[in-house]
């Protein structure tokens, strides 16, 4: 069963509240029967099954009122045989981001219809300067958490690479939470902290997670061998 985030204020916008009641309840119903990614096959005869007799609803009426002069919520394509819903997937997921895995389904099943758009920087000059703001407020976040010098390149790597992902940290303190995840599955090891950052950037994950044998194989051959000592031959 699929679980979908629904707004508890919905119905009192002004969109739902001046909805006829089998179009309100029609339009809940499109959020439910539409794929993860928006789309519903348009199929009048079901619906009406489930919204019940009592309710009737057609598709010239539907796209009027959902359809309005300032906005555009129902995309029709494929002549018609489906619809594309953008709200949901706003509502459901915020802006999508390509390097997050959890949008990369909506993602490639939207490029298949043409429907998907990136959401253009303002400029490149504007993107540079958010860009640049951003990387300042993770290097505030280090000082203000008082991270050691050996820690903190690597821990700063993390939070710039989840800003990338737009999985930021909400506060200091789910940041300062991270870096102690950070140090407990480092055993306080800045070697291995380094290792376990960069296994989880190398492997596109939200989080961190312990090293395995051979990381930790491979951190012990990365170590420097001690000097062979050799000893005078007796005469």
């Known amino acids: 069963m699929a679980k979908r985030f629904t707004d508890t204020n919905k119905y009192k916008k002004p969109f739902i509240r001046g909805l006829q009641g089998a179009y309100k309840l029609f339009w809940d119903y499109l959020y439910h029967d539409c794929d993860h990614a928006g789309i519903w096959i348009v199929d009048f005869d079901i619906a009406q099954l489930y919204i019940g007799k009592d309710m009737p609803v057609n598709r010239e009426d539907a796209l009027k009122f959902f359809n309005t002069p300032d906005e555009k919520r129902i995309i029709e394509f494929d002549h018609g045989t489906k619809w594309y819903i953008p709200s949901f997937v706003s509502f459901q997921y915020g802006e999508l981001n390509e390097l997050n895995r959890a949008h990369n389904s909506v993602i490639t099943i939207l490029k298949k219809y043409g429907l998907y758009k990136n959401k253009p920087l303002i ?36 939070l710039r690479y989840k800003r990338k992902k737009g999985q930021s940290y909400k506060d200091e303190k789910s940041t300062e939470l991270a870096y102690k995840k950070l140090l407990k599955l480092s055993e306080n090891d800045a070697k291995k902290a380094i290792l376990v950052v960069e296994k989880a950037m190398g492997n596109n994950w939200d989080g961190m997670f312990p090293l395995d044998k051979s990381d930790l194989d491979e951190y012990i051959e990365s170590l420097p061998k001690p000097k062979k000592v050799y000893e005078l031959p007796e005469k």
């Open 123 to 158: 400029s490149t000059l504007q993107g540079r300067k958010d860009k640049d703001k951003d990387k300042d407020k993770d290097i505030i976040l280090i000082k203000n958490l008082s991270i050691p010098d050996i820690y903190a390149s690597t821990f700063l790597n993390w």
